[in-house]
């Protein structure tokens, strides 16, 4: 199994939700972080359609469709026929939203700011530029970053290129991307992380499960369910009338691992393949930092060392 603290699968996950947390904390519920970046993406080019806003927002077509049909219910987006096209439409911000706006901006770069914060000071614009690398923020027109072209928002905004919320939830669907085409359908990472606690604390119980795996109750029982049912686990029941039941990997599981987790290996080493193993080793160094709060577990990742140290020799 990889080692979870050490694997940035993982850590993005854990990222994403420190940023999360911190996002409602900031902003108290009136907004939150994807409805933010297609605020953003509607400053920046008003007039846009959905297709649009969702390449700028990094939002999939779905995501996207829920995400402009609650802010023009709420009054922040405007949305009118395209005078082109009729089945089209144009989207545009409302006064409330600019006037939103100026004070969310602040609160959604201190967020940032929370975010960074177990990140040396002089190393969080190197960061920054790996995180973007690995999110790919270059391949969206006019988002790449000073120089591009990208026209100058109406109201105050930050930066989606060189914001790190954006840029790790942009990398986490990277991640998911890249494991359904190696892994496939056998297996979620998430199910990945929960096989991996109990790999590494056999005969846990669900919740240090959830803990172990970075999941809240609601999707540690959902995804301890689906592996049951699927015959990757076994449960032991407690004796004397407890009510602790505790989980085993079952020997099938155990067989399929030994499949999955070299393909699990490659997923990690393509999701870093944007940067050389030392810049790897530094931002993974980092990530752990924000995925942990400043406290990460001490490393210890073989699987995941063997996959970098064999891209390293493929690259030299």
């Known amino acids: 199994m990889l080692g979870l603290s050490r694997t940035p699968g993982h850590l993005i996950r854990r990222a994403q939700q420190v940023h999360t947390a911190s996002w409602a904390q900031r902003l108290h519920g009136e907004l939150t972080g994807p409805q933010y970046a297609a605020l ?11 297709s649009r806003l969702a390449e700028l927002a990094s939002l999939d077509k779905n995501t996207a469709t829920g995400v402009v049909r609650r802010l023009v219910t709420q009054g ?20 409330p939203a600019r006037a939103a706006l100026r004070y969310m901006t602040p609160a959604a770069a201190l967020v940032q700011e929370d975010l960074l ?5 002089g190393r969080r614009d190197a960061f920054i530029d790996l995180l973007a690398r690995i999110a790919q923020v270059a391949a969206i027109p006019r988002l790449a970053g000073p120089g591009t072209g990208a ?3 109406e109201v105050p ?17 990277r991640h998911a991307s890249i494991w359904g085409e190696l892994v496939g359908s056998d297996l979620t990472g998430p199910q990945y992380a929960v096989l991996a606690a109990l790999a590494l604390q056999p005969g846990a119980d669900q919740a240090t499960i959830g803990r172990l795996a970075s999941l809240d109750p609601s999707s540690t029982a959902d995804i301890v369910g689906r592996l049951d ?17 505790s989980w085993h990997l079952s020997s099938a599981a155990t067989d399929r691992l030994g499949r999955i987790t070299p393909l699990a290996e490659q997923v990690q080493a393509e999701f870093l393949s944007p940067l050389d193993p ?4 530094c ?8 995925a942990y709060r400043g406290a990460p577990p001490a490393p210890g990742d073989p699987g995941l060392s063997a996959a970098l140290t064999d891209r390293s020799a493929r690259l030299s």
Do not use: C, K, N
């Open 40 to 50: 953003v993406a509607v400053a920046m080019e008003p007039g846009i359609d959905q």
């Open 76 to 95: 922040w987006i405007q949305r009118a026929a395209h005078p082109a096209d009729a089945r089209r439409h144009v989207l545009r911000l409302t006064a």
């Open 117 to 121: 914060q177990p990140v040396d000071a």
């Open 151 to 153: 026209p100058v928002a």
């Open 157 to 173: 905004v930050l930066p989606m290129a060189r914001t790190p919320g954006y840029l790790i939830r942009r990398a986490q669907a």
């Open 229 to 245: 049912r699927g015959g990757w686990l076994r449960r032991v029941l407690p004796s004397g009338g407890g009510r602790r039941v």
């Open 278 to 281: 030392s810049e790897a080793s």
């Open 283 to 290: 931002f993974i160094d980092d990530l752990a930092l924000i």
